[in-house]
């Protein structure tokens, strides 16, 4: 394995090489996603930004398991909501959401919205995590509850709703739906939707046995510096991408 080097932030010489080294850390995230049970029949959905025309986002085909989707399964939608590449259909609520998240917030590239498990039980609480761990530091003062459910979201009204909850933060808590976060990169945002549902699934197992020590605010903002950087959201991808690559590399496709 003399082939094995560090991981460095990537360099771009094209917009093309840039939207395929996109669509593969996508298809990857969606392999993972499947790995940790985050799919749910056809709910859920990550977005990228195309690189070269910011308008226009990549999104995985409505109705296509996240365990099959390769980096050329990817549609890709403009800001109608119209599919300009590709012969699958987008699913609405992806669009509904997605469109105006990235709308809202130039410096995002990539969203991550599923119902996964624990993401969901905690949604029903209706509050924010508690800094109860390092990795849930990551979120302290960072993320926000969009407490206004009303059913599948289909307009970009909604939408806009959920965007100026998310504010200028890396994660939303929908009420009573999951989880969406967000991130300057596909990396970024992925990483930051899994280590987030684990850390659901750790304050709901705390809460569950008995009455949890609270990190304080100092401690807990310095830990947010340290493990909640976008750097440290984009490092902690790495390893989880060579190995489902190494396991599954048609998803490279
Ligand atoms: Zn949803």
Known sequence: ????????????????EER????????????LFDRFGFNEGVAGHLTGRDPEHPELFWVNPFGMSFGLIRASDLILVDDQGKVVEGDWPVNAAAFAIHS???AARPDVQ???????????????????????TQDACAFYDDHAVFDDFTGVVLDT???????????????????????????ASVDEAAWWFITME???????????AGDPVTIDDECAALTRS??????????????????IVADQPDLLD
């Open 1 to 16: 394995m003399s082939d094995r080097q560090p991981h460095q932030l990537p360099r771009f010489s094209s917009p093309d």
């Open 20 to 31: 395929t080294h996109m669509k593969q850390r996508m298809a990857a995230a969606f392999r």
């Open 100 to 102: 105006q998240v990235h």
């Open 110 to 132: 990539a969203a991550a919205h599923t119902h996964s498990p624990y993401g969901r039980a905690f949604s029903t609480l209706g509050k924010t995590l508690a800094p109860l």
């Open 157 to 183: 009204e909604e939408g806009k709703r959920i965007a100026h909850a998310l504010s200028d933060g890396k994660a939303a808590i929908l009420r009573n739906h999951g989880l969406l976060t967000v991130g």
């Open 198 to 208: 684990r850390s659901c699934q750790v304050q709901l197992l705390a809460d569950a």
């Open 226 to 243: 340290q493990v909640g950087t976008s750097m440290a959201g984009w490092f902690s991808f790495q390893p989880l991408y060579d190995k």
